[in-house]
């Protein structure tokens, strides 16, 4: 079941995610990560993957451009399909081909994408040479062009520097030239901003979505557990619990009319400026073990409004109204 915008636009999507599962095999148990998650994106499309550290986020997002250390991870089954191809069964190489030049990632730390031993500039200059075969002249002008695209002052002097040599918020800003350097149709940006302080978190957010402006129908999908960045950026929102969807919508429709119990808990515990002086409601308990998920629903052991079937009957992802998916057994008689 493929979660659709209610809105359908025109033409094929860009990417379609079809039930894709991930599992870990650690110590003789299997954990399911990701568990028939499904999901379109769609040209020009900015979509948000929203849930708590353990959800299944960025599993998924490692897992569309096989990024999963296997072992002990491994995709175990679904579809991912850009340009006709299923990126699941291609070959490694040709995969590796595509990341960068048409799917580009940027991580929470950039230091786990930047190599320390190089320069800044042989890191910027890297998909050019190796996707773009321009030759080494050519490349660093346009890597200057790139990092000062990202406001990196005195990008010239600057591209022979080492990473230890910028501070976080900058060498967030390198990983993302590193990775529009070459305009890709895609941008994955796990938690791109977070370990940012709040000022350069708004630049960098604004960074992202300006490769929608240099690369006509260019998508981001956007992971946060951030639901107030979910409402400044994206079109479309996929909240994730337990490795699957939750409730899936537009962001205007989640806001004014959120479904599912997480969602809501989600939206509670955001600090909103006529709370001032008020507690913020958190979500009790913790998120549950990915080798432990309860059988019926995987939100029934913190679920407010948990019944008696939900211990053992896991909910369907259903379409409640129009473009708007929710799996909780609540909404069963709503359509
Ligand atoms: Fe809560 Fe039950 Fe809905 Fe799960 S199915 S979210 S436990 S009400």
Redesign the pocket.
Known sequence: MSVQPAQKPAGAPLLQVKNLQTHFAVGGMVAKAVSGVSFDLHKGEVLGIVGESGSGKSVTALSLIRLIPDPPGKIVGGEVIFNGQDLLKMPIEDVRKIRGRDIGMIFQEPMTSLNPVFTIGKQVMEPLLFHEKLSKAEARNRAIEALAGVGIPDAARRLDDYPHQFSGGMRQRVMIAMMMVCNPAILIADEPSTALDVTIQAQVLELMLDLRRKREGAAIILITHDLAVVAETCDRVLVMYGGKVQEASTVVDLFENPM???TRGLMKSIPHAQDKGKRLTAIRGNVPSIFDLPDG?K??TR?P???DR?WTVE?ELREVTPGHWVR???TEDKK
């Open positions: 599912h119990p997480y629903c939100f029934c679920c409004d948990v019944m939900c909910p909780c057994h609540l």
